[in-house]
Every structure is written in C-alpha cells, then in structure tokens.
C-alpha cells in the first residue's frame, strides 16, 4: 500500500466505474439510490484518495462489491504494540 493510498483509491475507483458499467448503470442510478453527491461519485470513480469511507462502501456493497480488510505489516505490529493486555489478539 502507498502512504497516501492513491494508487489504491484509483484501482478502487476503477473497480466500481467499471462494475457500475457491467450493470449497465448510469451515474445518476447510483445517485438516486444512494443518495450521495453526483460529484462524489465522479471523485470517488477517479480514484479521489480523500474520499469519504462509508459512502465508498455504500456504493460498492450496491454493486455487489466487498472490499476486504486487513491489517498486516508494520501497522499492524504498531497497533498491536498499543493495545492494552486486555485486548490484544
């Protein structure tokens, strides 16, 4: 993963422009369905890395969609580092 995301935002954003076409979905289908921005959905289909998550997943879960998540690597090692005795995995 790159430290600002970006190449990560712009696959995303790829993946869902071209499942929204497989569907043969206009943009303005996933506007009125879920209620987000037009301008949003053209940020977030560009590949915005400043989008906002839970519209994202939203959409994404519309196009059948679901991203998976994981924590790996030095970030992981540093969360772990800071949790309390209690919750650690």
């Known amino acids: 993963m ?3 995301g970006a190449a990560e935002a712009q696959a995303f954003g790829r993946m869902i422009r071209e499942r929204r076409r497989e569907l043969g979905l206009r943009q303005e289908d996933i506007v009125l ?3 987000v921005g037009r301008r949003y959905l053209i940020e977030l289909e560009a590949g915005k890395p400043t989008a906002r ?3 994202a997943l939203m959409i994404a879960g519309l196009l059948g ?3 998976t998540i994981s924590a790996q690597g030095p970030a992981r090692t540093q969360a772990a580092e800071a949790l309390p005795p209690s919750l650690e995995p």
Request: glycine content about 16%.
């Open 65 to 67: 969609i679901y991203p």
């Open 33 to 35: 369905s879920t209620g």
């Open 2 to 4: 790159s430290v600002t």
């Open 53 to 55: 998550i839970g519209p």
